[in-house]
């Protein structure tokens, strides 16, 4: 008897271990957030922030598109982005073409973002409602709070957008007057011919064209 408890023995530990209770794990501490601290910029630096943000506010159009993801696929693009106080609307359209210049893929980002300018026009915007089109071709909705950082330089009616990755975006203010017109992409749109006939039967029924 003795024999065969001290052979069920380790089995009647394991079990024993197995039964108990298990403690939960303590929940790891958590990570102390660091304090903001408020910056204090030299009055040389809040004098170029007022200057910059001042100087984005309106309408701009979208004139150039550097982005390292279609670098070297043939494109056309066209954008617009209106700026008011310390919010601004951007949307850019894209159309990819192949070989034969034919669109082929389709890409569309939008989206209203609150933006502050920091030291050397380091931008941060902070989006608010914004879609864009992935690489799966569908549309997906960007994240409130989602934040991009840009180098922002804005010189009378130009303003250029930098980013860490390669992009850069570059504006011409849009000034009053008629614009040609361009489809989606920004390309221009003929205009319609009138037909020759119509003039010349307009002027007969013109008493002023007729018995000089």
């Not at 380790?10 to 601290?37: D, F, G, I, N, W």
């Not at 601004?88 to 609150?114: C, T, Y």
């Not at 009616?157 to 011409?172: I, Y």
């Amino acid at each position: 008897m003795r024999t065969l408890l001290l052979a069920l023995a380790p089995a009647l530990s394991v079990a024993l271990v197995l039964s108990a209770p298990q403690r939960p794990e303590p929940a790891p501490p958590r990570p102390r957030e660091t304090p903001q601290v408020p910056v204090t910029h030299s009055e040389g630096t809040q004098k170029e922030i007022a200057r910059t943000a001042k100087a984005m506010q309106g309408l701009w159009v979208l004139r150039e598109l550097e982005w390292p993801r279609i670098q070297g696929v043939p494109s056309d693009f066209r954008g617009f982005c209106l700026v008011s106080e310390n919010h601004l609307n951007f949307e850019v359209h894209i159309g990819l073409k192949n070989q034969n210049q034919n669109l082929m893929d389709l890409m569309l980002d939008s989206g209203l973002w609150r933006f502050e300018v920091g030291e050397g026009n380091r931008t941060v915007m902070t989006a608010l409602i914004g879609s864009y089109i992935d690489q799966n071709n569908h549309i997906v909705f960007r994240e409130e709070g989602t934040r991009v950082r840009y180098e922002v330089i804005a010189l009378g009616d130009e303003m250029v957008w930098r980013k860490e990755d390669g992009q850069r975006l570059a504006f011409s203010r849009m000034l009053d007057g008629s614009a040609a017109r361009v489809d989606i992409f920004g390309r221009p749109i003929p205009e319609e011919k009138k037909d020759e006939g119509d003039k010349s039967d307009a002027k007969k029924d013109d008493p002023k064209e007729q018995d000089h």
